[in-house]
């Protein structure tokens, strides 16, 4: 931990934590491990000092790791639903001499029974709040061509794959079957063409890189491999785990997902679940290995309550004072003009949720809104537009001959102001008050 988090770099982690406790939120932490041979260490064990928590196992900071030799993350499909393909490979599998067996059709009625405690656990805790809908298919022990076909054919955010695999230098090889293999790569492209979201690998070394000569390749476990190509999320195993230990994992994480907790969130309570049934000095809460996307935030299904839009209050001041109509007005290509009805404009990557779409990849899904509301002066109050930035990147506002970034604050807008969302090379806007009809 003192290696890790030394000079500047605490310094950003103490105020971040003390920004993340301010607003009473979790702090994210990602991790990107670059030099190979430091990959297979259990960086998810390390804490601030003996008797504290480990990092993996905090809900104030959610850890993961990433990278940022990444495809762009394509835009995903809104999902109201646990969509998952649960997809059981081969049962005994013969390495160096030994044979293993894992009882998968049991594994699988425990993920589809720890979906449904899930469901009942949060309709109990709020009845007025609907459950998550958990859809789960199986397949068993299919042909690669057979797992492609129901990638496609499905709408999943999901991919769970229980059964055993091997580490190679191509993302590691997956046993469907006796006679059939997949390798990390070939599954890479699929997943991201089907938009799958989260796929979770109870596959032995399925987080552990190949070595050659006692070399770790670089980017070589399965893991690595799919974040790199674009996959959101990828949960895996650092080295090889008990059946047991197992099932209870993905039943915990199985519950957590199902009461909507993001990705993260939940590895974190899952992981939590094995330490105290294995106990801290035992290795199994320490084998699950997250990676994340660096442009992903973790959301698998809307939590409860984000998405409500608040309208302004109503004052005597509106009536006498309507809302003044205004626009966004893109400068450059198109010149396309976006009005601002009902005094609310909501912008992000989320089509199904904002007003005013930007497909780019440094847009959040839910990036920032601009709102219409009394601003009280001397002389009274008058109906005034403002930004609010909820995003990741922040969103840039040019002022003097100069772009400040406003991130997390709500700032006054007038008429003429440009706006970029966010990165500094995105698409320029131009709001526009339009002047009062006689």
């Known amino acids: 931990w003192q290696?890790?988090?030394?000079g500047s770099i605490r310094n950003a982690l103490e105020r971040s934590q003390g920004i993340a406790l301010g607003q009473n939120k979790p702090l994210r932490l990602r991790l990107e491990v670059r030099a190979p041979d430091f990959i297979p260490l259990p960086w998810e064990i390390i804490q601030p000092m003996a008797g504290k928590q480990a990092i993996s196992l905090s809900q104030q900071i959610l850890f993961s790791r990433t990278t940022s030799d990444v495809d762009a993350l394509e835009p995903l499909r809104s999902h109201q639903a646990l969509n998952i393909l649960l997809v059981l490979g081969e049962k005994v599998q013969k390495f160096n001499g030994s044979t293993t067996n894992l009882d998968l059709e049991k594994e699988a009625a425990t993920l589809v029974n720890a979906l449904q405690a899930g469901r009942a656990a949060q309709t109990s805790r709020n009845q007025s709040v609907p459950p998550v809908t958990c859809n789960v298919s199986k397949l068993i022990q299919p042909t690669p061509a057979e797992?492609?076909?129901?990638?496609?054919?499905?709408?999943?955010?999901?991919l769970f794959y229980a059964g055993h695999g091997e580490s190679a230098p191509d993302g590691g090889l997956l046993f469907l079957r006796s006679d059939a293999k997949i390798s990390g790569t070939e599954l890479a492209q699929v997943l991201v063409r089907t938009q799958v979201t989260l796929a979770v690998f109870n596959a032995c070394w399925s987080a552990k890189p190949d070595q050659?000569?006692?070399?770790?390749?670089p980017r070589s476990s399965l893991a690595e491999v799919l974040i790199h190509q674009g996959v959101p999320a990828v949960l895996g195993m650092r080295d090889s785990i008990?059946?047991?230990?197992?099932?209870?994992?993905?039943?915990?994480?199985?519950?957590?997902?199902?009461?909507r907790m993001p990705i993260d969130h939940a590895v974190a309570v899952a992981r939590q679940h094995l330490l105290t049934l294995y106990k801290f000095n035992q290795p199994a809460w320490t084998l699950p290995i997250l990676y994340m996307h660096p442009?992903?935030?973790g959301e698998l299904i809307q939590p409860v309550g984000e998405g409500i839009t608040e309208l302004p209050t109503i004052t005597s001041s509106w009536v006498e004072s309507p809302a003044p109509t205004a626009s966004l007005r893109s400068i450059g290509k198109t010149d396309q003009v976006w009005p601002i009805r009902g005094g609310v404009m909501r912008v992000g990557r989320l089509?199904?949720?904002?007003?005013?779409?930007?497909?780019e990849v440094c847009v959040s899904k839910q990036h920032a809104e601009i709102i219409c509301r009394d601003a009280f002066t001397d002389q009274g109050s008058d109906p005034t537009y403002f930004l609010r930035d909820f995003s990741r990147n922040g969103t840039r506002i040019l002022i003097d001959n100069g772009w400040k970034t406003v991130h997390h604050q709500e700032v006054q807008l007038r008429s003429g102001i440009q706006l970029k969302f966010g990165g500094p090379r995105g698409q320029i806007f131009e709001f526009i008050i339009d002047s009062p009809e006689s």
């Open 3 to 6: 290696w890790l988090f030394q």
């Open 147 to 158: 797992l492609i076909k129901a990638l496609e054919t499905g709408a999943y955010n999901i």
């Open 212 to 217: 050659v000569n006692s070399q770790t390749i």
């Open 242 to 259: 008990a059946d047991q230990e197992a099932v209870s994992f993905i039943k915990a994480f199985a519950q957590a997902l199902a009461e």
């Open 295 to 297: 442009q992903f935030e």
């Open 351 to 359: 089509q199904s949720y904002n007003d005013l779409v930007i497909p």
